[in-house]
């Protein structure tokens, strides 16, 4: 697995390719392919140096290799790169795809329980029988649990979706408590449907990427068109209701330039996106968190999507403060609470 290599390591084994790209050097003939080689655990740099040119096309459509090589550099910042001398594509059947694909580390039929009890505590039997109208068709249901909530950024992984959903679904809770005066019902619905566009947007079955249609429209245009079906199947569906569930779906993403097409013009809708942008945030901070751990450094490297490093000595610092306070035995609060 790719987190148990180390520096001087040898590669034999089979893993996906990611990110390739071919560079010419300027004598205009030699070509270096740069990769990634990855796994379910993780993913390292890759050279292959000096590609013969009759060989790049082929190179490029490989998925899955048998690659060997050893790891020969680690970089100041800790992360690993690869020198690699042979890649054959693997075989479809010698791969279980489960190797390759990143997943949750809750369980995600429990968390489909919890999902199904906040679908079962909505009272409003329209916005209940929308729900249900998706969560009662199993392969959805099974398309949903499975489905990453992004490639990059947060969650990126099997289940980060159902996982970010219900995490949106908590925050939506804690303000429906707050403000008294947005429709618990209506929110808690569209923090449930927010996204479901995802389960089109990617595909997951082997790697996780973009589908055709996912880069073509995104999943608020496709979580639309997948309410807007449902809709039509439910007799008497009030059609101011229906606006509203589509105008939140429009506007989750807050901004244009985020790619929502209208801005969030009701309470439920300004709400919401304000829960799912924590809740996107806060999950890729500790995303970086925990990619960066191995880091000698104080700061991560540049993150695109925040515009800025990461301060990474947070729990290193709050840590000694405590046990600071712990280990000073005069301190009067310490032998108060030792009573
Ligand atoms: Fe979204
Ligand atoms: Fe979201």
């Not at 009890?117 to 029988?129: H, P």
């Not at 566009?197 to 990617?202: A, C, D, F, T």
């Not at 996780?208 to 073509?216: N, Q, V, W």
């Not at 709050?318 to 301190?331: A, V």
């Amino acid at each position: 697995m790719i987190t148990d290599l180390s520096l001087n390591s040898r590669i034999n084994d089979v893993f996906l390719l990611k990110n390739k790209e071919f560079k010419v050097r300027r004598d205009k003939k030699t070509i270096d392919m740069f990769f990634k080689i990855a796994d379910k655990t993780g993913e390292i740099e890759a050279i292959n140096w000096d590609v013969s040119m009759d060989k790049v096309d082929e190179l490029r459509s490989i998925q899955f290799a048998h690659i060997q090589g050893y790891i020969t550099r680690q970089k100041d910042d800790g992360s690993l790169q690869a020198t690699i001398s042979s890649i054959v594509k693997a075989a479809p059947l010698d791969l279980d795809y489960t190797d390759y694909l990143p997943q949750s580390k809750e369980n995600l039929d429990e968390l489909m329980k919890k999902l199904w009890l906040k679908i079962k505590s909505i009272e409003n039997s329209y916005l209940r029988t929308l729900l249900k109208a998706f969560f009662d068709d199993p392969q959805f249901a099974e398309k949903f649990k499975r489905a990453p909530a992004a490639t990059k950024v947060h969650q990126p992984y099997i289940g980060g979706l159902l996982e970010h959903t219900l995490s949106v679904v908590t925050i939506c809770e804690v303000i429906c408590n707050i403000y008294k005066e947005i429709d618990r019902d209506f929110l808690i619905t569209m923090a449930i449907l927010h996204d479901i566009g995802k389960v089109r947007e990617y595909a997951y079955d082997k790697v996780i990427e973009h589908t055709d249609e996912g880069k073509l429209l995104g999943h608020i245009a496709l979580g639309l068109e997948m309410i807007d079906q449902k809709i039509k199947n439910i007799k008497g569906f009030p059609q101011d209701l229906e606006l509203m569930v589509k105008h939140t779906i429009l506007s989750h993403h807050g901004h244009f330039e985020f790619g929502s097409p209208k801005l969030p013009s009701i309470l439920a809708a300004i709400a919401l996106h304000y829960a799912d942008e924590m809740e996107a945030k806060i999950s890729g901070f500790i995303n970086i968190k925990e990619e960066s751990k191995d880091f000698k450094e104080k700061w991560s490297k540049w993150v695109w999507w925040l515009e800025r490093p990461i301060y990474l000595d947070e729990e290193i610092i709050l840590k000694n403060k405590i046990e600071e306070i712990e280990g000073d035995k005069d301190d009067p609060f310490n032998s108060q609470g030792s009573n």
